[in-house]
């Protein structure tokens, strides 16, 4: 990234990122790009962060980012009004108030490659990786490594159990943690992982033959209809949990920049702040007098 210390814009760090991870690589309905700043405006400190929300936002006006680069866009869906009468509204105010640009790069992010499963399959020390499903011919993000999730293989083989013990211990902490599917005894050799939501890539798990499959978000229905049908043992972890890793590789793509100072949000934007696990269940029989 050729930007002297003095001239670095928010069109040199935007051209930058679109280098790596170009938009016409973003699924249809997604909504990536720059969303709000002056192309011209100075960037000195950038702040990485999963998701657009109030704590965020505080965190950048804190830190004195000049710019936000998120993965989840804040604004998904068209609106006909961005008045300071909703959170995102207020969001939206506060940067534009506070000279912050914002910029997303979501799904375009996670087929690229490297991308944001190839992160979350580092902290498995994954190798062999290759696509979990790669995107259509003829489509613009279709060719060399690039696709959605990573399957590899893990450094030794693990039981479910192990593996399950071992994902809550690498990836970033959440109350939600890490729960599992499948018999805990299972050997699991071949892992796929996709970060964010994976329920829909179910199938090309079973596909692939993979002996687990590492997302979030799985509901009820699929996943019972999954392991069912004899497809792979699951592991659920917390939506925040599974791309946060990317940040990581995002702060290095930037800070090759002169001048410009990237940090990255540790903030857990996961909603769920809470966790009970059930009660140990003792199954041996009371004991019985007389």
Known sequence: MSISASTATVTDVVAELERRYPPS???????????????????RRVLCVVDVVPETVAEALAVGADMIVAHHPLLLRGVS??????????????????????????????????????ALAARFGLTGLRPLQRPAAGSAAHGDDRGIGRIGELPRPMTLAELTRHAAAVLPVTSWGVRAAGH??????????????GDSFLGAATAAGVDAFLTSDLRHHPASEHLAADGPALIDAAHWATER????????????????????????????????????VDDKEPDREG
């Open 245 to 280: 890793p990317w940040l990581d590789d995002l702060a290095a793509l930037l800070r090759e920049a002169p001048g410009v100072e990237t940090l990255v949000s540790d903030l857990d934007t996961d909603p769920w702040t809470m966790h009970a696990a059930a009660p140990v």
């Open 25 to 43: 690589w973003a699924e249809e309905w997604d909504r990536v790009g720059l969303v709000l700043g002056e192309p011209t405006a100075p960037v």
């Open 81 to 118: 009004s961005v008045a300071a009468t909703t959170v995102k509204g207020r969001i939206v105010h506060q940067l534009i108030r506070a000279g912050v640009a914002l910029y997303v790069a979501h799904t375009n992010a996670d087929v690229a490659s490297p991308g944001v499963s190839d």
């Open 184 to 197: 805990p005894g299972r050997r699991v050799r071949t892992l796929a992982v996709s970060g964010g939501s």
